[in-house]
């Protein structure tokens, strides 16, 4: 039985990863903002069409950063529909997370839920653009504009979306994107915060090495969250490989979609018009309404044909045990149906398509059983 996993990472040729790392051992220049981060960031700057890009140790600590950076302060607007990153990098810059329903048809945030959670304390919204799908990023603009609130969005699964012709990264104050291993981009581990306004730049920059101004001069109460070369390196080989990534990824993505449409049992939402899709995930939702029982079932008997799925995003953040008693769950109600009947199926660039064909088959079976 060969087992398939949710994921697998995409890798350059052997040989163009060494070409690509060989003159690290005439410079021995390891990390430090290199030539190579210098590189990947240009390259990156137009792939993303973003007017800033600053790259980090990894996603998390891009977010982490960018918030500190931008001063936010009091109480944040976000989603528990996402993964712990969003959630916990607002808690550990001290600020107190608000929790925002998700709609139905696109699991981002609902911009028609928004304002009724706003207080005096407000300063920011923090949506994620779930599984690639775009956030209703004109009404959170308009919110925001009304309320004078920074928008930060979490991109970490839209590396390489477009909408409307323009790059994801353009919307909002800020954003930033994970190259985790497991993302549709990756440097085996990174991140990107891009950013509008020049003088985040400057304090992200200090901020992800110790907060170090100059040789003698410490100006913030910085962190360590800078990517090394050889991460860079990985990035510059991947990037040369995006458009043929995605488009393997919209085959798995079709065919999947063309075996399971018409299963009554569960719903499959399709990016909306105007949208270049990046086909990061395929997540199905069972619509037995706030039971997880089917889905748990699918998942623990595709594990025993060596298929292994994922609860993603399961559980929601607000109910994680280090926030035990602090978030009702009952008030994103969405969220919590969706989080409890969501299955993501294995997709990644390599994935063949029979094997799509044969998981779409046990699933199928399994529903009947
Ligand atoms: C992966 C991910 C992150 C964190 O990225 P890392 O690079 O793993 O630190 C943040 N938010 C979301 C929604 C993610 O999926």
């Not at 954003?175 to 730049?201: L, M, P, Q, R, W």
């Not at 009947?341 to 046990?362: G, K």
Request: a negative charge; one cysteine or more.
């Amino acid at each position: 039985m060969h087992e398939i996993y949710v994921t697998r990472p995409s890798m350059p040729a052997q040989e163009e990863y060494y070409k690509e790392i060989s003159d690290i051992w005439g410079t021995h220049y390891l990390t430090n903002m290199g030539n190579k981060h210098n590189i990947l960031e240009e390259k990156l700057r137009d792939y993303l069409k973003a007017e800033n890009v600053s790259l980090f140790c990894n996603g998390h600590m891009a977010l982490e950063l960018l918030i500190q950076a931008m001063g936010l302060s009091g109480e944040v607007i976000t989603t528990p529909f996402t993964f712990a990153s969003t959630t916990h990098a607002i808690v550990r810059n001290g600020l107190e997370p608000v929790f925002c329903d998700v709609n139905a048809d696109d699991y981002t945030i609902d911009t028609e839920k928004i304002e009724q959670l706003i207080t005096e304390k407000t300063s920011a919204i923090i949506p994620v653009h779930v599984y690639g799908h775009v956030c209703d990023v004109e009404a959170i603009d308009k919110i925001a504009r009304k309320y004078n609130l920074k928008v930060i969005y979490d991109a970490a699964h839209a590396f390489g979306v477009n909408y409307r012709g323009k790059g994801i990264a353009e919307f909002g104050d800020a954003s930033i994107f994970s190259f985790h291993a497991t993302k549709v981009f990756n440097t085996i581990e990174g991140g990107a915060a891009c950013y509008k306004d020049s003088e985040i730049g400057e304090r992200l920059y200090q901020l992800k090495n110790f907060g170090i101004q100059s040789e003698t001069v410490v100006n913030g109460v910085g962190a360590n969250a800078k990517m090394n070369e050889f991460q860079a390196a990985m990035g510059i080989c991947n990037l040369r490989h995006i458009d043929e990534e995605i488009s393997k990824r919209e085959k798995v993505f079709h065919r999947y979609l063309s075996n399971l449409c018409d299963i009554k049992e569960v719903k499959i939402n399709l990016p909306k018009n105007d949208i270049k899709f990046n086909f990061a995930y395929f997540p199905i939702v069972f619509n037995k309404e706030d039971d997880k029982t089917i889905r748990d079932k699918v998942y623990d008997r595709l594990r025993t044909y060596g298929i292994y799925t994922r609860k993603y995003f399961y559980p929601l953040t607000s109910t994680f045990e280090c926030y035990h008693g602090k978030y009702d769950a009952s008030k994103t109600p969405m969220a919590l149906n969706i989080s409890n009947n969501v299955l993501t199926l294995p997709l990644f660039a390599d994935l063949e398509l029979e094997d799509v064909d044969r998981i779409a088959q046990y699933i199928k079976q399994i529903l009947v059983e």
